[in-house]
């Protein structure tokens, strides 16, 4: 009997040819603790409560065609599951999570070359990810961040405090334990079922995507964690990820960000 948005929140539902895909919004105070248990992730069948019963809400893509890989080619869904799946591996491995983008930018440019002519687009996918030599890149906020401060206009979270940079640079050295593991679950759940797979025209949109929610969330840690060395909550970081996620998930029209990150694919 509850209303739509209650029965289904925190979840974020997928469909398309591969099933129905579900992630959470880490607004949810519940959903965002999950990020500090200390088990592995991995992605599992849901079942109830967490899977819903019909009538499930979320963007159905099942009769639309497939993502782009870049503006006029279509991925296949066995390439583009591969691709997704490798970005979420590459989140959650040891390297940490600037290299982990860097390796995702880097493999995302090679995947972008492929034609079909080459042969099936997972194989493409398997060499591009297969080195993992990405250097981590500087740690400004990125091109995908602008797009997303475009589309929220004046927000007062948005705001990038004084001195962001040193700051962010003195908790990746003082939270580090803490950071190392929660970031990387993040940006993986939010790759995860990625509804920018079918907004936007082409992988540079959908790695945009995950720049920007690492931009974002780097901010709100900035924002919520003290300063002058005074050592982080977990009620502080929870309620850092829940801000990124009500910008990102809740706040950010997703057709705008796909539309407007059209700009990174040229």
């Known amino acids: 009997m509850q209303p739509s948005a209650c029965r289904h929140f925190p979840r974020v539902f997928l469909r398309d040819a591969r099933g129905t895909l579900l992630t959470l919004s880490h607004f949810c105070p519940t959903a965002a603790a ?48 591969a691709w997704e799946d490798a970005v979420v591996r590459s989140l959650l491995g040891p390297d940490g999570t600037d290299k ?61 405090p004084l001195g962001f940079q040193p700051e962010w640079q003195r908790l990746q050295r003082e939270a580090a334990d803490l950071l190392g593991q929660i970031v990387p679950r993040y940006l993986a759940a939010a790759a995860f079922g990625n509804w920018i797979a079918y907004r936007g025209q082409g992988l540079r949109s959908i790695a ?23 050592a982080a909550t977990r009620a502080q970081v929870i309620e850092a ?15 705008a960000f796909g539309r407007a990150a059209a700009s990174l694919e040229r």
């Open 34 to 81: 999950l990020l500090f248990t200390e088990s592995p992730v991995s992605v599992v069948d849901a079942v109830p409560p967490l899977a819903l019963s019909e009538p499930v809400e979320g963007l159905d893509a099942r009769d639309a065609l497939p993502p782009l890989v870049r503006p006029g080619l279509l991925a296949d869904m066995e390439g583009y599951a």
């Open 100 to 160: 982990a983008l860097a390796t995702i930018d880097d493999a995302t440019e090679v995947v972008r070359r492929w034609t079909p002519a080459e042969g099936p687009m997972v194989k493409a996918v398997d060499r591009a990810f297969a080195p993992a030599l990405a250097a981590a890149q500087p740690m400004k906020l990125s091109s995908a961040f602008e797009i997303v401060t475009e589309l929220t206009g004046p927000h007062p979270s948005m705001a990038v």
């Open 208 to 230: 945009g995507w995950l720049r920007a929610s690492y931009d974002v969330l780097r901010v709100q840690l900035v924002r919520h964690l003290p300063a002058g060395g005074e």
């Open 241 to 255: 990820i829940r801000m990124a996620d009500y910008i990102m998930v809740h706040t950010v029209d997703s057709l």
